[in-house]
């Protein structure tokens, strides 16, 4: 199995709400990260989890938490979030070890978020 | 600190060449080139390293030229399927897992 895998593929939630996205993969890749990605624009590197581990947080705001249940899973819970927090939310993976030198990156399709 | 992309776009018709720069004002431990077409994960194409090692696709050429901190990608005989959005990313520092993509370059082939 070489790919990613994200649910759900579009998500539709008001201001109030408490949902989360769920991320996938079993490559064996000991690195997964979150990105939120603009139209026409680029990801922006959200977290960062290595062995399961936090080791990224780019100053998200908190009604973003990231967790990490297992090398193989990577889940985003989103509450009260905002308008401007719809985007596109990408979740990638990557073989790193500590020193190593190749840290290409397999993106998942994403979840296209929609805050009403 | 985002690299610089150029040419923001290009338009090609089918067979014919284009490169695609990125540049950064910081020192690079590696550069990662990324195509994402419309509606699609961005899909992995080449990742260069600091010392001159490469991994990519075969189809694929890149440079890497430390001294300027620049990087291009190298797309010949361009096929439809080449449209789409090129991205680079660069990493400051080995190991540090953060990658800081550049606005895209976006492509366009044309029968």
């Known amino acids: 199995d070489t790919e990613v895998t994200q649910t759900p593929k579009h998500l539709v939630m008001g201001m109030t709400n408490k949902k989360s996205l769920k991320c996938e993969q079993h490559m064996g890749h000991r690195a997964m990260y979150w990105y939120k990605q603009k139209a026409k ?60 030198s190749y840290n290409e990156q397999f993106f998942g399709p994403g979840t296209r978020l929609t805050v009403l | ?51 001159g090692e490469q991994k990519g696709h075969e189809k694929i050429s890149a440079s890497f030229n430390e001294k300027k901190q620049q990087s291009s990608l190298y797309l010949t005989a361009s096929q439809l399927s080449y449209s789409g959005t090129y991205f680079c990313g660069t990493e400051v520092q080995g190991g540090s897992e953060k990658l800081v993509f550049g606005k895209g370059t976006k492509l366009t082939v044309n029968p």
């Open chain 1, 41 to 100: 624009k680029p990801p922006e590197l959200m977290f960062v989890y290595s062995y399961e581990k936090l080791s990224i947080n780019e100053s998200v705001p908190s009604r973003f938490s990231p967790e990490c249940p297992n090398s193989s899973l990577l889940n985003l819970h989103l509450h009260a979030l905002q308008p401007e927090d719809s985007a596109l939310y990408l979740c990638a993976s990557s073989p790193w070890t500590s020193g190593s």
């Open chain 2, 1 to 51: 600190q985002q690299p610089v992309q150029s040419p923001q776009a290009v338009i090609l018709r089918e067979g014919e060449d284009a490169v695609i720069n990125c540049s950064s004002s910081k020192a690079l431990y590696s550069v990662h080139w990324y195509r994402q077409k419309h509606g699609e994960a961005p899909v992995f194409l080449m990742i260069l390293l600091k010392g």
